[in-house]
C-alpha cells in the first residue's frame, strides 16, 4: 500500500469510534512506521484530531511524529499549525508542550524562529499571532525556562486570572479565534 493510501487509512479512522477504527489505524502507522514517509510529515500532523476516542492510540501518532528528524518535524508542524490549530487544538498544545519540554526540540525550534526576519517571523506568518504575543513567544524561546511560560506570558500580558493555566486561554485573550 502507498503512503497515501496509508495516511488516507489514518484520516478514515482517526476518530476511532471502533474497535475495527483503532486497528484499521494501529495498522496503517505500523505500516507507515516500516518506511517513515518524511515528505508527509505534514499531511500525517493533521491526521490529529481532538474528536478521537482513543487518545491513547493517537499518541502512537505523537511518538513516531517524533521519531523523525527534529527540524524535519518542527517544520512540518509549524507549516500544518494553521490547519491543525482548528481541527485539533489540543493536540497542538500538546505537541507545543512537549517542543518546549525537551530542550534539543526546543533548541532546535528556536534556531528555525531566530533564522526568520524578524519583520517576516514566520510564527506571526503561520498562525497570525499578535505581534506582542509572537514576541513574547520568541523571547520566552530564548530566554526562560520552560516551566515558566505561563507565569512570564501572564506577567508580560498583564493576565491575572488566576484559572489560566493553558495556552486555550492565551489564545483566547490574545484574540487568536480557532476559526482561523
Not at 512540518?76 to 518546549?100: D, G, Y
Request: charged share 25%; aromatic share 6%.
Amino acid at each position: 500500500m502507498s503512503h497515501n493510501s496509508l495516511i488516507n487509512v489514518l484520516e478514515t479512522n482517526r476518530l476511532m469510534r471502533s474497535d475495527e477504527e483503532v486497528a484499521a489505524f494501529e495498522n496503517a502507522l505500523a505500516e507507515l512506521a516500516k518506511n517513515s514517509p518524511i515528505e508527509n510529515l505534514r499531511e500525517l500532523h493533521l491526521v490529529l484530531d481532538d474528536k478521537c476516542q482513543h487518545p491513547e492510540v493517537m499518541f502512537s501518532l505523537i511518538h513516531f511524529l517524533e521519531s523523525f528528524d527534529v527540524k524535519k518535524q518542527l517544520q512540518a508542524f509549524i507549516n500544518a499549525v494553521p490547519q491543525l490549530i482548528v481541527s485539533a487544538p489540543e493536540w497542538t498544545k500538546i505537541i507545543h508542550a512537549r517542543i518546549l519540554n525537551d530542550e534539543s526540540a526546543r533548541a532546535c525550534y528556536q534556531d528555525i524562529l531566530s533564522a526568520v526576519d524578524s519583520q517576516s517571523s514566520l510564527m506571526k506568518q503561520t498562525i497570525e499571532l499578535p505581534k506582542e504575543l509572537a514576541d513574547l513567544l520568541e523571547q520566552y524561546l530564548k530566554e526562560i525556562p520552560p516551566n515558566q511560560l505561563i507565569v512570564y506570558l501572564r506577567e508580560q500580558l498583564g493576565l491575572v486570572k488566576p484559572e489560566f493555566q493553558d495556552l486555550s486561554d492565551l489564545l483566547a485573550v490574545a484574540g487568536v479565534a480557532k476559526d482561523k
